[in-house]
């Protein structure tokens, strides 16, 4: 299972070479100090005595930012037991121990996201309202669980870049809900296959106002959902923060999978049948659940 799009690695390279480039640099550096050095101890006794002061100290800091940070780091070290032992006062050694850190560990930035956040794909809880209005096909190809299905129908997923998502992690939760066995193939009439090529079905995450361009004129509001013109087009903000009409979110998330590939399968709007049955997940849960109980399924009994 490689989960890593081809980019992550092309980073990774990137990464690496321009830290190689930044030891490339440095090391001329020292070079060039070296070169000075050896310059200086041959003009003359006077000029090599302050070379001999000043360059070395100059070439220590290059030093430091490549790496050789084992001899500045061995130097402190060694300061710092010198001191210690040369002043081992009572009063020195409890105020490190007094200020522990308690108060600094505990400081994650931003808001935690929960484990059923990250298995959605979230990076982060950040919610814009537009992002760069381009879509990035998540790479890879999955086939379909079950191959002996009456229908195989291929999906390819996208997001908009620019969104804190991980698109691979992101595309497994969508192919997980469509291939659920309660979901549009239960009993063996369908099985989806993930491609990052061509395919029947677009699953698309998206900012509020690409989502809404792509479901124009359907009036989407900067917080619905649609399935239409091939797509299903998935509000981001919502996929971060679902709505009031779902308590849990992974049921939200995968509701809204499934029912909007659901219009792309073909399937309309239903309505709630009775007081305190699952709602179909057809109707239109986001607008309202009640009087029904909310449901992310097609087939809740796997038939
Ligand atoms: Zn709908």
């Known amino acids: ?25 440095f ?36 030093g430091t930012d490549v790496g050789a940070q084992a001899s500045p780091g061995t130097d402190g070290g060694s300061d710092a037991s010198a001191r210690a032992s040369s002043t081992p006062s009572p009063t020195a050694t409890p105020t490190p121990v007094v200020t522990p850190e ?21 990076l982060s809880t950040a919610e814009p309202t537009a992002a760069s209005g381009e879509l990035a096909i998540v790479a890879g190809n999955v086939p379909a669980p079950d191959p002996s299905a009456s229908s195989i129908r291929t999906v390819r997923v996208e997001v908009e870049v620019g969104l804190d998502i991980d698109g691979p992690v992101f595309a497994d939760m969508v192919m997980a809900s469509l291939n659920d066995p309660r979901g549009w193939g239960a009993g063996g009439t369908i099985s989806f296959a993930r491609t990052d090529g061509d395919a029947e079905i677009r699953v698309v995450l998206a900012s509020p106002d690409l989502v809404d361009a792509m479901c124009a004129p359907l009036n989407t509001n900067g917080i619905y ?26 049921v939200y998330r995968q509701y809204v999978v499934n029912h909007e590939v659901g219009h792309l399968l073909g399937h309309p709007h239903e309505t709630c049948p009775a007081a ?28």
């Open 276 to 303: 305190g049955e699952l709602a179909p997940l057809m109707q239109q849960q986001t607008i309202a659940v009640a009087p029904c109980l909310p449901n992310a399924w097609p087939y809740p009994d796997g038939l």
């Open 27 to 62: 090391g001329a550096v020292a070079l060039a100090v070296a070169g000075l050095l050896g310059l200086g101890a041959g003009a003359g006794t006077a000029l090599a005595a302050i070379d001999a002061r000043v360059l070395p100290e100059s070439a220590a800091s290059p």
């Open 102 to 122: 308690p108060t600094e560990s505990p400081e994650p930035t931003g808001p935690v996201l929960s484990a059923a956040d990250l298995s959605a794909g979230l």
């Open 225 to 250: 959902s649609c399935g239409r013109y091939g797509h299903a087009a998935i509000n981001h903000t919502r996929w971060v923060s679902g709505t009031d009409e779902f308590p849990d979110m992974t």
């Open 1 to 25: 299972m490689s989960r890593n799009p081809p980019q992550h690695g092309a980073r990774r390279q990137r990464e690496a070479g321009g830290l190689r480039r930044s030891r490339g640099r």
